[in-house]
């Protein structure tokens, strides 16, 4: 513990919490930021999470090793077991791992939004923190888009796809779909490829983009290895954290209280602060303060894929060849809400490399749910701040999400088995896939197989969730101020009313810059 009284003590050094503890300290408050994770340069990044493939870091377990929280599970549906949930540790949190997507939600999430009391998230005020964050290469001169913003956004030539997201483009245009050149455009759909936040070839955390410039700062402290345990209260107001270093308890004051640790520990956090279900919280013995649904409403996106044997000559060449680089974004009907659906390309499968060495040998078309009714939740195991909470996502529990994915899993298996893919197959499609061409025609034998076999995006949402403050599900004010006190707010992907139709790291650095200016 030290003797100072920080302005504002951050706590998560991920994409909000970077952009949010950066911003704050510009406009001159002395912000205190807490990390669980390593606190690192820029230039002692292990060098394969720099890659275009994030294979190549998840198959090193010396890339692996602190930057992923271990022990941390999740069941996807209630027919699944738990199985690792990858969250990112260390400063850049889950910006330092991921798979370098840089798409926009649609701004109908935005609409939704703020039509559903999160006042102050319309389209128009999303918008210009979207321009401000990003140096689109390509479409930075335009009105909805930045140039020399802190994360640099990049497409790769068709000349430098894969032969995954080739065959996929070229299937999807064939089948109707239209072309979008830019996905992150208002209004945009169909065909396009991926906007990445990569420089040079090269990921771009925001440790990197935000934090590395600003580490000159005398006003910015950065602390790693502190791993948060519970707000301190005075009353209603927070005035600090409690944290472990090396095990040992630690406590820091500040006027202002910043929880931006993520979807699965900034709820945790409350959790144990008292502030959460009332009956979850005396099973464990944590006196109540506030009886809100923390940890209720998690959402993530339910993705199924159709694995395709590759021929030698459109297999990945080298390690870093970029794993995808085309999505598909598409109504599942005439009457479904915009984009509900997205076709992805693999040029390498993840999942097969579970069979195969290095998965080259295969690559997949997967399918996800954009849009999501479906809830899960997540729960403490106990008090103890170094046990990970328990997360029960409950995907596909809602049967129009079960409707909408038979719509998608049927059209996936159309462009795989379609003239335009074909010139990248070396044996059989059927077979690879017996499982599914099994069930394909039935109902309820594909919603058996779906519920055995999706995975997630990893782009867990919800579990703080912002709205109406007079609404049963919400956490946190449009303010991001937790309900019932004060000095203390959630500034992540935790508070997105819903998961948005989108990868959600873009997203979760636009609140991180937004909020920056409203709390100033």
């Known amino acids: 513990m030290t003797n100072e009284h920080w302005d504002v003590i951050v706590v998560g050094a991920g994409s909000s919490g970077a952009a949010f503890a ?39 377990p010396t890339a692996v090793d602190g930057m992923v929280w271990t022990c941390l599970n999740a069941t996807r549906t209630d027919s699944q077991r738990a199985a690792p949930y990858w969250r990112g540790r260390g400063v850049g949190g889950s910006s330092s791992i991921n798979g370098q997507i840089a798409i926009r939600p649609p701004m109908e999430d935005f609409q939704e939004w703020a039509d559903s009391g999160s006042t102050g998230w319309a389209p128009d ?6 321009a401000k964050l990003e140096d689109d290469a390509e479409f930075g001169d335009r009105s909805h888009h930045g140039r020399g913003g802190p994360t640099p956004i990049y497409r790769a030539p068709q000349d430098r796809w894969g032969a995954v997201d ?12 239209e072309w ?14 991926y906007p990445i936040n990569s420089r040079d070839g090269r990921r771009v955390s925001t440790n990197d983009a935000y934090l590395e410039g600003a580490r000159g700062l005398e006003n910015l402290t950065i602390r790693g290895d502190a791993l948060a345990d519970r707000v301190l209260f005075e009353g209603n107001r927070a005035v600090g954290i409690s944290y472990l270093v090396d095990g040992k308890p630690m406590s820091e004051h500040a006027d202002t209280i910043v929880l931006s640790a993520g979807v699965v520990h900034s709820p945790a956090i409350l959790l144990r602060s008292g502030i959460g279900p009332e009956g979850h919280l005396r099973s464990l013995g944590i006196e109540l303060l506030a009886d809100l649904p923390v940890g209720q409403g998690m959402q993530d996106h339910p993705m199924a894929v159709i694995s395709l044997p590759l021929a030698t000559d459109a297999a990945n060449k080298t390690p870093h060849d970029r794993h995808t680089n085309v999505c598909v974004r598409w109504n ?3 009457e479904a809400p915009a984009n509900d659906l997205m076709f992805v390309s693999m040029n390498q499968s993840v999942l097969a490399m579970a069979t195969a060495n290095t998965g080259a040998e295969f690559g997949a078309y997967g399918i996800w749910l954009n849009l999501n009714y479906s809830r899960g939740e997540l729960t403490l195991a106990s008090p103890d701040p170094t046990d990970q909470p328990v997360v029960h996502q409950h995907m596909l529990s809602d049967e129009r999400d079960l409707a909408r994915m038979r719509v998608g899993v049927r059209k996936l298996v159309e462009l795989a088995c379609s003239d335009a893919t074909a010139p990248i197959i070396a044996g059989s499609i059927e077979a690879e896939n017996q499982a599914l061409f099994d069930v394909l025609d039935d109902d309820d034998q594909l919603d058996a197989y779906l519920l055995a076999t999706v995975g997630d995006a990893q782009h867990g949402t919800s579990t703080c969730r912002m ?3 007079d609404h049963p599900d919400t956490v946190v004010d449009p303010m991001c101020r937790v309900l019932g006190f004060e000095g203390l707010h959630v500034v992540d992907a935790s508070i997105f009313p819903s998961v948005p139709r989108a990868n959600t790291n873009l997203a979760a650095i636009m609140v991180g810059e937004l909020m920056a200016d409203r709390l100033a």
Do not use: I, Q
């Not at 510009?26 to 720099?50: F, I, N, Q, T």
């Not at 005020?125 to 979207?130: G, K, Q, R, S, T």
């Not at 080739?166 to 779909?177: D, E, K, M, Q």
């Open 22 to 60: 950066t911003r704050t300290a510009e406009k001159g408050k002395r912000v205190l930021l807490l990390e669980a994770g390593r606190d690192y340069r820029s230039a002692e990044m292990h060098e394969a999470w720099r890659s275009p493939n994030p294979v190549v870091a998840l198959m090193d």
């Open 125 to 130: 005020d999303v918008l210009p923190y979207f």
């Open 166 to 177: 080739t065959a996929l483009s070229a299937a999807a245009l064939a089948s109707g779909f």
């Open 180 to 193: 979008a050149a830019d996905v992150n455009a208002p209004g945009a759909t169909g065909v396009s490829t």
């Open 332 to 334: 599942s009907g005439p």
């Open 467 to 469: 709205g109406a403050v």
